[in-house]
């Protein structure tokens, strides 16, 4: 069978690529994978016993099969060196749900993620407000509700994807929640919590985050004021 297989930094390098196919046997699993890759690609093989592998979007067990098509990302020690503050069975939590979240429930998953590991912890709430523009650029303070609507499996594979980003670009761990459905003004639309080494790399990604939430992420508001209602893109 075939699968796809990522390359970045060093890898990507050494091979000159960053995108090729590969075939194994049925049953493989990861670890069956990076050995015959080795074998394939002598070159990167120095390489292999020290990459964390993300299979479509989420970190992999050296123990996971893989199956036809999967996407393999074969991801070097990020930089800062191989002391990553993260387990190799790194798997974010996101969420797209119509029940209430809070930044409680994000910081204790990366607080149980990193183990004690992290020097800091970021988080972001996004919360409905009272004020707001329509789409003519009519100022408007008397907004009730919101309501939100999500194309759901795209929508958390896509926060599970920023998340993975977050995790290779910043050692880091992330949490991410949405909610949709009708959100009254105070209540908290998306909870973000982003921990890392260092206090620098948990605000540029928490920041990264819900910056690529608006750009990548299926989610769509309607504003409900007292006399009409309109929709906005993004959260």
């Given at each position: ?48 016993p020290?990459?964390r592998?993300a299979r ?71 919360l ?108």
């Amino acid at each position: 069978m075939t699968v796809q297989i990522l390359l970045f930094a060093s890898l990507k390098d050494a091979l000159n690529t960053a995108q090729l196919e590969f075939e194994v046997p049925e049953g493989a699993r990861i670890q069956d994978v990076l050995r015959a890759f080795g074998e394939a690609y002598p070159t990167v093989a120095r390489y292999l016993p020290h990459v964390r592998v993300a299979r479509n979007l989420d970190y992999a067990a050296q123990d996971d099969e893989v199956q036809q098509g999967d996407e393999l990302a074969l991801i070097p020690p990020v930089s800062g060196g191989s002391d990553t503050i993260l387990p190799d069975d790194y798997a974010p939590l996101v969420g797209v749900r119509e029940e209430e979240i809070s930044l409680d429930e994000v910081t204790r998953a990366v607080e149980g993620q990193t183990q004690g590991r992290a020097g800091a912890i970021c988080t972001f709430s996004g919360l409905v407000r009272s004020t707001s523009r329509d789409p003519e650029g009519n100022w408007h303070d008397d907004i009730e509700y919101l309501d939100y609507e999500a194309f759901v499996p795209m929508a958390e594979a896509k926060l599970r994807e920023i998340a993975v980003e977050v995790a290779v670009k910043w050692d880091a761990a992330c949490a991410v929640l949405h909610r949709v459905g009708k959100l009254q003004v105070g209540e908290a639309s998306v909870v973000i919590a982003v921990a890392s080494a260092h206090r620098a790399a948990s605000f540029e990604a928490c920041r990264f985050v819900i910056e690529e939430i608006k750009v990548r992420v299926p989610i769509w508001k309607r504003e409900t004021a007292r006399d009409g209602f309109w929709w906005k893109e993004g959260s």
